[in-house]
């Protein structure tokens, strides 16, 4: 999959079957559960008036997540990946359209979206080996990229489409059309993904002691441990910080609306970032660039401890997210150090730590507040992506240095 330069490109990655049915389909759902937020978090705070509850209503699903992947995380792995693929797209619909049509007490509406959210960790396993499975090489993480690009994407039109769709025909309706994409996804899945056989079915322990064992080791590994907590922290960090965009916002005085062109700079320089990233810079590079790009996440943080305007801000926000690049540099190296046969599992157990620990952060950086300024709290996930970044940077010579060693020991023997 190399165009004349040696480069593999976007549309060669899109040409095979698999993955474009597995990207569209992923692309509308991710779009659908956008849009299915706004309006649930619009009819929460207008039956409740509770701006806590409105606001809970965009990380309820996810804490929960850390439930599937530890109880059920194995699924991935040991059930056909078409069944899990359109099971999960059908119950977001379903989910979707119970929300609208039904009238439910707050606390029951969010169980609803808190137990889909349990079931996320299996979906995206799910999606995750087959991505690794159709696609190799350079082509995977372009793959991965796109992913990337199509969430950013996604995440920005579902914003401006719920706002439409909830002040044209109001949030319950607004539900109904969520759950009208993600039965789109359900029935592009079921006709268009081949029915590829269970990667590995076995019985020698049950659902969950396998998915405990699996996880175990996984994170008994050094080297895939490692490349979680890179996946894992410097996400987590700037994604506390970011939730504060709307007190900050209103703590500075900024005009209304300044907090949603505040918080649509970072998909958009997510957007460009994974592009570059992917597009123009080489494998080695990748790999090589992670904590630099880290740094780049990072630093613009600090710009919130001091008096910008709303620009200036949204700049440093939107050169933030081109740091995100960094996860690409980690996606070839995670895929060679997880074992095959629990491929499904290890991308499931990645989504898990990132959007458990993007439930977290958000709390975490809330309580800080109470003792901090709000744009001091900000510039503090900024010093912390910061150190992440040099910690990466110390255990990749560490790394470097034990290969060394090693391959010297090796060498000396062998005479």
């Known amino acids: 999959m190399t165009d004349a330069t040696g480069r593999t490109t976007f549309r060669q990655v899109l040409a095979e079957p698999v993955f474009r049915v597995l990207f569209w389909t992923r692309a509308l759902a991710i779009g659908a559960d956008t849009l299915r937020t706004v ?67 707050v606390w029951a509406s969010l169980l609803l979206v808190a137990a889909i959210g349990c079931l996320a960790p299996v979906f995206n396993g799910t999606a995750g080996r087959l991505t690794a499975d159709s696609l190799s090489g350079d082509a995977f993480v372009l793959g991965r990229s796109l992913f990337q690009l199509a969430i950013s994407a996604a995440q920005v039109l579902g914003l401006a ?3 439409v769709a909830v002040a044209t025909v109001g949030a319950q309706h ?37 998915s405990w064992r699996v996880n175990r080791a996984l994170l008994g590994d050094p080297t895939v441990r490692r490349l979680l907590l890179v996946m894992w922290l410097p996400a987590a960090f700037v994604t506390g910080a970011d939730s504060l965009l709307v007190p900050f916002a209103a703590v500075r005085g900024f005009p209304a609306g300044s907090a949603g062109y505040l918080l649509a700079c970072v998909p958009v320089g997510m957007m460009l970032g994974n592009f570059v ?23 613009p943080l600090l710009g919130f401890a001091f008096p910008l305007g709303v620009v200036a801000l949204g700049a440093l926000l939107t050169v933030a997210g081109f740091g995100f690049g960094y996860g690409l540099g980690v996606q070839r190296p995670f895929r060679d150090a997880i074992p095959h046969e629990s491929r499904g599992q290890a991308f499931g157990l990645m989504s898990t730590g990132l959007m ?13 507040t109470e003792v901090v300024p709000v744009g001091v709290t900000m510039a503090l996930g900024g010093v912390a992506t910061v150190l992440t970044a040099v910690w990466i940077r110390v255990s990749d010579t560490e790394t470097v240095s034990q290969c060394e060693n090693a391959g010297s020991r090796s060498t000396a023997d062998s005479r």
């Open 39 to 105: 309006a649930l978090s619009v009819l929460v705070f207008t039956v409740t008036g509770s701006a806590f509850l409105g606001a809970l209503t965009f990380g309820i699903s996810f804490l929960p997540q850390v439930i599937g992947g530890v109880v059920i995380g194995a699924l991935p792995d040991i059930v056909r990946p078409r069944v899990l693929i359109v099971t999960g797209y059908a119950l977001e619909a379903c989910g979707a359209t119970t929300l609208g049509l039904v009238d439910l007490p």
């Open 161 to 163: 489409a719920g706002g």
């Open 174 to 210: 607004a539900l109904l059309v969520a759950a009208g994409c993600h039965l789109v996804s359900a029935l592009g899945a079921r006709l268009l993904l081949p029915d590829l056989p269970a990667p590995g079915r076995t019985a020698e322990q049950s659902l969950v002691g396998r």
């Open 277 to 299: 990233v992917a597009r123009l810079l080489s494998a080695a590079a990748r790999e090589r660039l992670v904590p630099v790009l880290v740094v780049v996440l990072g630093v």
């Open 356 to 368: 458990t620990l993007q439930g977290v952060g958000p709390a975490l950086f809330g309580l800080a």
